[in-house]
């Protein structure tokens, strides 16, 4: 998963956290980068991105750690108070939605769930600039 071999494993890597913290920050940055003012668009690009990476985010759960993907976001949130109480109700959104939607088997087309996901969210405030 790591995507190194092991004498590279444990020459970066203290420990397993470690490497899912790594992967989940790509994603995060993945994300970040595709997000606009448009929130289908937005659902969209988050399930396709999450889609992509589906083999990853899915070893993350089945292990226990799933946790991690909301902290690694957290962590990543800007430190202004409005903003940062904003993005903290989508990204607990964020989080139910995929965490949900990959321990059921992905059910639904990505498309489907961005318009639940839209559907739920479209009267939420974005992140104020």
């Given at each position: 998963m790591a995507g190194v071999s092991r004498t590279a494993f444990y020459r970066n890597y203290k420990s397993i956290e470690d490497v899912l913290e790594d992967k989940i920050k790509e994603l995060a940055l993945e994300i970040a980068g595709i997000i606009s003012t448009d929130i289908y668009n937005n659902w969209l690009a988050v399930f396709k991105t999450v889609?992509?990476?589906r083999e990853d985010l899915?070893?993350?759960?089945?292990?226990g750690y799933q946790h991690?993907?909301?902290?690694?976001?957290?962590?990543?949130?800007p430190e202004e108070k409005e903003n940062r109480n904003i993005q903290t109700i989508w990204l607990s959104l964020f989080y139910t939605f995929i965490v949900k939607w990959i321990k059921e088997g992905k059910p639904k087309k990505a498309e489907e769930m961005a318009r639940l996901a839209y559907i739920y969210t479209k009267d939420l405030p974005l992140v104020s600039v």
């Open positions: 889609d992509k990476n899915e070893s993350i759960i089945r292990e991690k993907i909301y902290d690694v976001f957290m962590s990543m949130l």
